[in-house]
């Protein structure tokens, strides 16, 4: 059974910081395409950025390119997102999500994914 926790979310003021970070427990994800998609309230869930299983492809939303990050640490079974310059609209609950099949790349779709985080709330003043 993988658990995949979210941590790191909270109020920041606008051109602020943020380090979201995804623990994965009850199975390595080293092997695993993983990704981070965000909920307004009153919107769908949307794509923000993925990372491939080896860690050296990246894709990102075109709102969010130039401010976020997204890495890996495998020895830690982890993932992160670097948020950069937030802005209001930034403001949502923030996913981490992890592909149960193997030596996946990039992937955009919520339905790639078969492995989800509960959440962590970011939320951005303006």
């Known amino acids: 059974q993988v658990q995949l926790v979210e941590s790191g979310g909270g109020l920041v003021q606008a051109g602020g910081s943020l380090r979201l970070s995804c623990s994965a427990s009850?199975?390595?994800?080293?092997?695993?395409?993983m990704g981070w998609f965000r909920q307004a309230p009153g919107k769908e869930r949307e794509f923000v950025a993925a990372?491939?299983?080896?860690?050296?492809?990246?894709t990102y939303r075109d709102s969010v390119k130039g401010r976020f990050t997204i890495s890996r640490d495998k020895a830690k079974n982890a993932m992160y997102l670097q948020m950069n310059s937030l802005k209001p609209e930034d403001t949502a609950t923030y996913y981490c999500?992890?592909?149960?099949?193997?030596?996946?790349?990039?992937?955009?779709?919520?339905?790639?994914?078969?492995?989800w985080g509960q959440g962590t709330q970011v939320t951005v003043s303006s």
């Open positions: 999500a992890a592909d149960s099949a193997y030596y996946g790349l990039v992937k955009e779709l919520a339905g790639a994914y078969e492995y």
């Open positions: 009850g199975r390595t994800l080293s092997y695993h395409a």
């Open positions: 990372i491939s299983w080896h860690g050296t492809s990246t």
